[in-house]
């Protein structure tokens, strides 16, 4: 997909918000539509026809959900939320990529449990609020907390549907206005799949504009371009067609200039799945951010040993420098050095934790348990190639039973792990062993591994160099890592 420039700006600014730690979600009843759940017309579709009315022709449908509890009690409603909201117990694939991206902030008007299970199912601890008793706790150590300020299907009692439920709701979940107004004001939201009729958040909004006026902080909402194509009701004349097309567009136009008043910025689509390429380009960008160093050496030629820790050493404080978080397993040779280059660049700046520029996965060699060592390694090395984007292959040998040096099996293991990831791989081949192999492995066929790039192909061809030197070597593999941060 190509993306247009506003798109481009928007998966810029909200990238650097994930990074920051201020990026927060709001779904709408649109995230969990592409699921099977109903939207809120179709949910209330059988009641307006007990009440005689055309859901298709009513707008406000917080009334029509109020004039069918003043006729028949809450009792259908209670059981309607139940039914349709239990079926699903997986998310859409915008919740799957959602929930990888590292945001710890969620809100939503959905009763369905779609967004806490599909972070839970990617091993995240998830708060949930749902009522107001639920602000009297907090989970320690959460992943993610999700806010589900309408209630959830399990409890339909306090759902919010009804005109009642509204007006009523500032005193009776005045909790999570409060905490949706901080919200607000400290994170950058994107609203997905949220139509902005709701009263709620209306007027949370106009309260947050009315005290900062023009400092009201930015957030961003997917809009899908009202298209003509639409439009194409058979009972009526192409004309009639083109007039409500025109009518629709006028109006979604004055809406999108309305949101920014409320400092919303529309992202605007010209189809729905466009969302899921978009919020799929965010997650590749930010993988690419953390850098896989797969690599062991008993033997470091044709470096000599303080060459070869030299280039180490400096190849991990560079990626940290340059913002980088690293991804290492404790290879032989290898392991301890891009510790040590990350711990010097953390000594040296403003970082609180070696945590946030290395994640280290250990590999036992003493087998213990049911689970044998080979197995334990490979899903180390899976872990590994699931967090990053890029991968740096060097050096790759080891000792045999004989005392031979031989290549090292585990570095092809990692390389295929890391295709099958779609983890981009930059062998330097000029380290030789295995990494040599990889090198010219990519180098027959550079346009099967790499984006179409005249200079990062030249780039890559150029790591197998054996004539270049360690300051060399690294300064080609942050620009091959710069060019593809931009691809």
């Excluded at 997986?90 to 806490?116: A, C, P």
């Excluded at 839970?120 to 320690?140: L, M, P, Q, Y």
């Excluded at 997650?283 to 033997?299: H, M, P, T, V, Y």
């Excluded at 192909?457 to 080609?476: M, P, Q, Y």
Aim: glycine residues 6%; charged residues 30%; proline residues 2%.
């Amino acid at each position: 997909m190509e993306f247009t420039p506003q798109q481009k700006r928007f998966i810029n600014e909200f990238i650097t918000e994930i990074n920051n730690g201020d990026a927060a979600i709001f779904a709408g009843a649109g995230l969990s539509a592409s699921s099977g759940f109903v939207n809120w017309k179709n949910l209330l579709r059988d009641m307006a026809d007990e009440l005689h009315l055309d859901i298709d022709k009513e707008t406000d449908l917080i009334s029509v959900a109020q004039y069918h509890f003043n006729k028949f009690n809450r009792t259908r409603i209670n059981n309607k939320i139940k039914n349709e909201f239990t079926s699903l117990k997986v998310g859409s694939e915008n919740h799957q990529i959602l929930s990888r991206m590292g945001i710890d902030t969620f809100w939503t008007t959905n009763y369905d449990k779609l967004i806490e299970r599909t972070l839970e199912s990617h091993g995240k601890t998830v708060e949930c609020k749902i009522r107001n008793k639920d602000f009297a706790s907090n989970i320690k150590r959460k992943d993610a907390i999700v806010y589900k300020m309408h209630g959830d299907k399990d409890s339909p009692d306090e759902a919010v549907l009804t005109k009642d439920d509204y007006e009523t709701y500032n005193d009776k979940k005045e909790l999570f206005s409060t905490a949706l107004r901080g919200d607000l004001l400290s994170k950058t939201f994107l609203f997905i799949g949220f139509s902005f009729d709701d009263p709620n958040l209306e007027y949370i909004l106009g309260r947050i504009r009315v005290l900062l006026r023009e400092n009201t902080p930015s957030h961003f909402c997917f809009f899908k371009e009202v298209a003509e194509g639409d439009f194409n009701d058979a009972k009526k004349t192409e004309d009639e067609n083109k007039q409500d097309y025109l009518y629709a567009k006028i109006r979604q136009d004055l809406k999108i200039e309305d949101l920014r008043r409320y400092g919303i910025n529309a992202v605007m689509v010209k189809s729905y799945p466009e969302i899921t390429e978009i919020l799929a380009e965010i997650e590749k960008r930010l993988k690419r951010q953390n850098i896989f160093i797969s690599g062991a050496a008993d033997d470091y030629s044709p470096f000599s040993a303080d060459e070869a820790k030299r280039f180490i050493h400096t190849l991990s404080y560079s990626l940290a420098q340059h913002n980088y978080k690293i991804v290492s397993g404790f290879g032989f040779g290898i392991g301890s050095i891009v510790i040590n280059g990350a711990l010097d660049f953390k000594l040296n700046s403003n970082y609180r934790s070696l945590d946030d520029v290395l994640v280290l996965r250990p590999f036992p060699q003493v087998s213990s348990g049911a689970v044998s060592l080979s197995e334990i390694w490979t899903a180390n090395r899976s872990d590994m190639a699931s967090m990053a984007g890029l991968a740096v292959f060097v050096f790759g040998n080891k000792r045999d039973g004989d005392n031979n040096i031989i290549n090292s099996d585990g570095m092809i293991e990692e390389f295929e792990l890391c295709l099958s990831k779609n983890v981009i791989p930059i062998p330097v081949g000029a380290t030789g062993s295995m990494s040599k192999i990889l090198w010219e492995k990519v180098t027959s066929n550079l346009a099967q591994y790499y984006p179409e790039d005249q200079n990062l192909h030249k780039l890559i061809t150029e790591l197998g160099d054996a004539r270049s030197n360690v300051d060399e070597l690294i300064t080609k593999i942050l620009k091959i890592i710069e060019i593809l941060q931009k691809i």
